[in-house]
């Protein structure tokens, strides 16, 4: 038997932590880009995925909506085969050290760095009516997401790198004036998809707050989904090849194709060349619904089992509160405030 006192203590495996925001049901692209590499990675690494609902806020949402759209997101996650015993699935806002962390961490960012951020540009613009503080300090918010869960990693897409690599200097900054006290996190991308572009504009990205017929949501029917690539943008000169620059219609279709069906680039290429539009489309709609038809079922499975919802959340906040208890008080005890 090993000796307790020589015996090496075991290691922790390296941590996880994602979230989405339930400001809509989320798209292939979020599938693509961030939720099925959270499935992947669930084996290997200690995983937080979290609902950002404190995020969601940052855009008026209307009440009822937006408990009906949080309650949905958590089916989702069990329904992309997360098991809530190996990972921690919860509601931000029910772990209160989230809006604490952000507090301390507004007071090592500085205004000019936010300012620079293209998401709150992009938003801003989009609510002209209502550019509020909370929407320019929400890379903040999101930076105290992944510390206090001291994140190796953080499976997102594209459009969250200016986020994390700001988080990277928070908490570089931090360290550098307290010691180490915070984990530095890394992004992790996958290689093919992390920026699905919108179906109607593909030289923007797919987007949930879009209109209806610029994305494709996890939980369109066949029909829609369908109607919604037959539709979708591409261009006049007939040819399939992959060129974003060029052809950026066309190579997102291919994009969504070859990551969800795993066929490599170029193969899928030159398997298609000489054929038409309309038969990429048909490939791309075959491999969507049959990505989405499994997840749909489960989806409402879990839905419907509210007991089970419900104790997924509770559980969730309580397991992801502990962890985020130690990292705020050790943040608060180098600061200089008197432990209760
Ligand atoms: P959100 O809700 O906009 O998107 C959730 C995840 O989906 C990815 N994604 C995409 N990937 C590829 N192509 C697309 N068209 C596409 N659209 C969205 C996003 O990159 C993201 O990974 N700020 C985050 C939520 C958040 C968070 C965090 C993420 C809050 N705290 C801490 C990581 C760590 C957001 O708004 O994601």
């Known amino acids: 038997m090993d000796n307790p006192n020589t015996a090496a203590a075991p290691e922790r495996r390296a941590r996880i932590l994602s979230g989405i925001q339930p400001s809509g049901t989320p798209t292939l692209g979020n599938y693509i880009g961030a939720m099925r590499n959270w499935k992947l990675l669930s084996d290997d690494f200690d995983c937080l995925y979290m609902i950002a609902d404190l995020h969601s806020i940052t855009v008026r949402q209307e009440p009822a909506k937006l408990r009906e759209q949080s309650k949905n997101l ?38 000019g760095e936010m300012s620079r951020m293209t998401q709150f540009k992009d938003k801003s613009a989009k609510h002209a009516d209502n550019i509020n503080c909370g929407l320019f300090t929400y890379p903040v918010l999101m930076a105290g997401d992944i510390l206090l ?24 900054r931090f360290n550098g004036i307290y010691g180490n006290v915070f984990t530095v996190p890394e992004g992790y991308y996958p290689k093919l998809g992390a920026n699905i572009m919108s179906l109607q504009d593909p030289l923007h990205k797919m987007s949930k707050s879009d209109a209806d017929d610029c994305f494709i949501s996890m939980l369109d029917e066949p029909d829609a989904v369908r109607r919604k690539i037959r539709r979708a943008v591409t261009d006049s000169d ?10 950026p219609g066309v190579s997102n279709l291919l994009t969504i194709l070859c990551a969800l ?11 298609l060349s000489g054929k038409g539009y309309g038969e990429l489309k048909a490939e791309v709609t075959e491999a969507a619904v049959s990505t989405l038809a499994p997840i749909q079922q489960d989806f409402k499975r879990y839905l ?37």
């Open 261 to 271: 069906t795993g066929e490599a680039m170029e193969d899928a290429v030159a398997r």
């Open 238 to 247: 007939g040819e399939i090849r992959y060129n974003p620059e060029t052809k």
């Open 304 to 340: 419907a089992d509210k007991a089970f919802l419900e104790e997924t959340w509770r559980q969730g906040a309580e397991r992801a509160s502990r962890i985020a208890e130690r990292t705020l008080s050790k943040a608060m005890k180098k600061i200089g405030f008197i432990p209760r």
């Open 149 to 172: 869960y001291q994140a190796n990693l953080v499976p997102v897409g594209k459009d969250q790198t200016q986020h994390l690599e700001i988080c990277r200097d928070i908490a570089t």
């Open 74 to 111: 958590l089916a989702l996650l069990l329904a992309i085969g997360l098991d809530p015993q190996k990972n921690i699935l919860f509601f931000q806002s029910h772990v209160h050290q989230h809006a604490e962390l952000a507090w301390l961490l507004n007071c090592y960012t500085y205004m």
